[in-house]
Every structure is written in structure tokens, then in C-alpha cells.
Nanobody, 127 residues
Framework: QVQLVESGGGLVQAGGSLRLSCVVS????????MGWFRQAPGKEREFVAA????????YYADSVKGRFTISRDNAKNTVYLRMNSLKREDTAVYYC????????????????????WGQGTQVTVSS
């Protein structure tokens, strides 16, 4: 059973920064592509960023490009999302997800591609 546990969310002022972490249980973390998604109240879950199993490829949503950075440490079974220059519209529950496929492709933008999900961590950006 693969378990994903996010942490690092919280309340931050606009313009501030946060770093989210997601620890994945098991010995197969290095095989997974990893993604971050978010869901704001009343809205659908949306793609934020993804990283391939080797960290050689990353994808970002246009809304976060240049502000957010996804990274991973396979030795620690952890994927990170560094969020800078936060805006009120970044307020959401952030979820990490794992895709056993390992590589990124056009399907990596879709939540249905990911087999495993964490429980989410709340990020609130105040003005």
C-alpha cells in the first residue's frame, strides 16, 4: 500500500513563500512520476506541477510558472513544492499524487493519470 503524506501548508501573506513536502511510503518512490494539484472551494481540482522519476523533466501550470518549483529527493522518498510570490488566488488545498508510469507526457496534467493521492494540506494566502 502506497501512502502519501503532505505537510508544510499554512497561512501566509501575499508575496510570501511556503515549501510543501510530500513523503511517500514504500521502496518504489523512485519509479513514480509525482504531481502536485490544488483545489479551491467550489472549484475543480487543477494541475500545478509534475516531475518525472529522475527529476529530468518538470511541467508547470501557466498560473504558477516562474513562481513555483517542484523538486524531489529520491533518497528521502520526498517531493517538494517551493512556492514563492504567493497570491490570494493560490489559496487551496494542495495534494500530491504519484503516477507509476514514471515519465511525464501529455496525460500528466490530468488528475485521473495518478494512482495514489495524499490527504492534502491547506494553503491560505491573505492580502
Amino acid at each position: 500500500q502506497v501512502q502519501l503524506v503532505e505537510s508544510g501548508g499554512g497561512l501566509v501573506q501575499a508575496g510570501g513563500s511556503l515549501r510543501l513536502s510530500c513523503v511517500v511510503s514504500g521502496r518504489t518512490f523512485g519509479r513514480y512520476a509525482m504531481g502536485w494539484f490544488r483545489q479551491a472551494p467550489g472549484k475543480e481540482r487543477e494541475f500545478v506541477a509534475a516531475i518525472s522519476r529522475s527529476a529530468g523533466t518538470t511541467y508547470y501550470a501557466d498560473s504558477v510558472k516562474g513562481r513555483f518549483t517542484i523538486s524531489r529527493d529520491n533518497a528521502k522518498n520526498t517531493v517538494y513544492l517551493r512556492m514563492n510570490s504567493l497570491k490570494r488566488e493560490d489559496t487551496a488545498v494542495y495534494y500530491c499524487a504519484a503516477d507509476p508510469k514514471g515519465a511525464l507526457d501529455s496525460t500528466s496534467y490530468y488528475a485521473t493519470t495518478y494512482a495514489y493521492w495524499g490527504q492534502g494540506t491547506q494553503v491560505t494566502v491573505s492580502s
